[in-house]
């Protein structure tokens, strides 16, 4: 299979930064999304991580581990508008064209 | 401008009928989705299409049916068989495993 898990909600102070984390249990995939949804509205791209490491634009960077089964999605200098669920996701090989959404993680930016 | 056009915005089923969400996409994408949002909760998977004529049925495809009888065209119907049918439904589209182009969603209630 290939479950992927996020914590389901998250707390964070304006001007500080967050991190969040997504774990995932699949045999292989070509490369991992992460998406950001405001309530009620579509999911909009975020990043793609392709090969292991740090992919960095702008207040928003993505992390990849392979070997670890591992990926974070790090925002810096948070702002009120940055509250919004963030959702990864990933192309299993084994499942064609399907693209795989974790749970999702709500995050709440507190003055 | 090339995008996904869903509609209607907000759709309300009576018990025992059939309805149909409307998904349009001008992009010249191959690939296209629908997926189901309950609250707080992630996406799951209906169904999705990778070519004309073509489509697959997703993780909860119950309920659902599709039809892609022209590339840029994906319609839902959410039939009666669909005992708990509110939710927020998502079309997407996407080229070759890449990010997917989300519309922007049809709120559907039970009267």
């Known amino acids: 299979g290939q479950n992927i898990d996020q914590p389901t909600e998250m707390t964070a102070t304006e001007g500080a930064i967050v991190q969040i984390n997504c774990t995932y249990q699949t045999s292989g995939f070509n490369g991992l999304f992460w998406y950001q949804q405001h309530a009620g509205e579509a999911p909009t791209f975020l990043s793609y991580n392709v090969l292991d490491g740090l992919e960095e634009k702008g207040r928003f960077s993505s992390f990849l581990s392979r070997s670890k089964g591992y990926s974070y999605l790090l925002l810096k200098e948070l702002q009120m508008k940055d509250s919004a669920s963030y959702l990864c996701?990933?192309?299993?090989?084994?499942?064609?064209?399907?693209?795989?959404f974790g749970g999702g993680t709500r995050l709440m930016v507190k003055p | 401008d090339g995008g996904i056009t869903q509609s209607p915005k907000y759709l309300f089923r009576k018990e025992g009928q059939n309805v149909t969400l409307s998904c349009e996409q001008n992009?010249?994408?191959?690939?296209m989705y629908w997926y189901r949002q309950d609250p707080g909760q992630g996406l799951r998977l209906i169904y999705y299409?990778?070519?004309?004529?073509?489509?697959q049925k997703g993780d909860i495809a119950e309920g659902y049916s599709v039809s892609r009888e022209k590339k840029e065209s994906f319609p839902l119907t959410v039939t009666s068989a669909q005992k708990n049918p509110t939710a927020f439904y998502l079309c997407a589209s996407s080229d070759r495993r890449r990010e997917l182009f989300f519309g922007s969603g049809t709120q559907l209630s039970v009267l």
């Open positions: 992009l010249n994408h191959d690939a």
């Open positions: 299409s990778q070519i004309v004529n073509d489509f």
């Open positions: 996701a990933v192309y299993p090989y084994n499942a064609g064209n399907m693209l795989t």
